[in-house]
């Protein structure tokens, strides 16, 4: 037997409500464990900040790398949690025996991804911003009002200018929604099934997602108040949210693509887990 033997031989759709069973049993897990898991969130956030402003796109692949080993560990510790006692903090920085290359090899194809989605959403209004070196300057040396005022200004002038930069952001959101659900469950496959492969990981993860789309919209549906009431609290409330998404991915994952319970209904008993049939990255 290979090491996905907890695979399913095919996904499972859910019910169209299932998102709500995932967001309380993230609850369930993320209690058991609240401090350490939020430490971690916490500690990745503020390193993938200084990384990105001090290293420009070098600290952006760098970025898109400890955000992938951050799901990655998110699921494999919530999985220990479920069947043992709370983890200190350092195990969340443990890797031994992770799918570490394929996990690098998804940081690479997502940051590829992002990037060429930036690229075509800027094509329709790169013309606008093509500002002179002394627009540039005299655009540094203002207020931030004053530069909303100039782009609302030039906009009024331009109503053309406003269509464009509009498509641009259309296309923005359009590509980042599909980045995020070719990817969405690659981490924690890799993390969770070894032998995997990344490219068998996403097309795991697109069926999952697609096959169970009525699942899903519910889902965003209900992490849309989250993330709108997580901005109140800065940091703290990201790295909540950051906590909640990638817990209840986990569960997800048990559920759409497993044979084990996500969670047990005691909260003081481990979870029993079952064997199903072997589901190998050969397969795919």
């Known amino acids: 037997m290979s090491e996905n033997n907890h695979l399913r031989n095919t996904v499972k759709s859910v019910s169209s409500l299932a998102g709500f069973k995932w967001i309380e049993l993230t609850f369930k897990i993320l209690k058991r464990n609240f401090w350490s898991f939020l430490s971690f969130a916490i500690l990745t956030i503020l390193v993938n900040i200084v990384l990105t402003f ?43 025996r992770t799918n570490t290359k394929q996990l690098i090899l998804s940081s690479v194809i997502y940051c590829a991804l992002f990037l060429i989605i930036i690229i075509i ?85 697109m069926l999952g997602l697609f096959n169970n789309l009525p699942a899903f919209i519910v889902y965003g549906l209900i992490l849309t108040p989250i993330i709108l009431l997580s901005v109140f609290f800065s940091i703290f409330g990201f790295a909540l949210f950051l906590l909640i998404l990638k817990i209840s991915t986990f569960i997800a994952y048990q559920e759409i693509f497993t044979e084990n319970n996500p969670i047990s209904s005691d909260d003081n008993k481990p979870n029993e887990h079952t064997t199903s049939d072997n589901l190998d990255s050969r397969d795919f």
């Open 54 to 96: 001090s290293l420009s796109l070098i600290g952006l692949f760098i970025s898109f790398c400890i955000y992938i080993f951050f799901c990655a560990s998110i699921s494999m510790n919530s999985q220990k949690i479920n069947n043992s006692t709370p983890l200190p903090l350092k195990d969340f920085f443990n890797f031994n």
């Open 121 to 205: 959403a800027m094509v329709p209004s790169v013309e606008i911003f093509n500002f002179s070196p002394e627009q540039l300057t005299a655009l540094q040396q203002m207020e931030f009002q004053d530069q909303i005022k100039y782009f609302e200004a030039m906009f009024i002038e331009s109503p053309d200018k406003y269509s464009k930069v509009l498509t641009s952001s259309l296309i923005l959101c359009i590509g980042f929604l599909l980045l995020e659900s070719i990817m969405f469950f690659v981490p924690t496959l890799l993390a969770l099934n070894p032998s995997l492969n990344v490219f068998s990981a996403i097309k795991l993860s």
